[in-house]
């Protein structure tokens, strides 16, 4: 069995690929949330809304196979990498 391609960061291009696309569902969860808790004036249906996102957040990591970690530690990668948030957000846009 072949080995998992890499890129120049040391990530499997694979978790890139997931990264990116979890990333772009993320950030519409992100939108929704941000949308709703604005029409909420109540702290409890706010909180209630938050941990809503949280968890849809997390079940789309699970859906794509990815850690909590490995998504923190690709995205912190990427802000220091051009190319690496360029594959990224071309796997966001594709939802791989």
Known sequence: MAPPQTNSTGFPEDLVHKVGAAAG??????????????????????????????AAAEQVLDEKGVSVQDYNAVLAAAEGDQALERRLLDAAREGY
């Open 25 to 54: 569902q993320i950030a519409r969860i992100q939108s929704d949330f941000a949308s709703k808790a604005e029409s909420e004036s109540a702290p409890d249906a706010r909180a209630a809304l938050a941990l809503d996102a949280r």
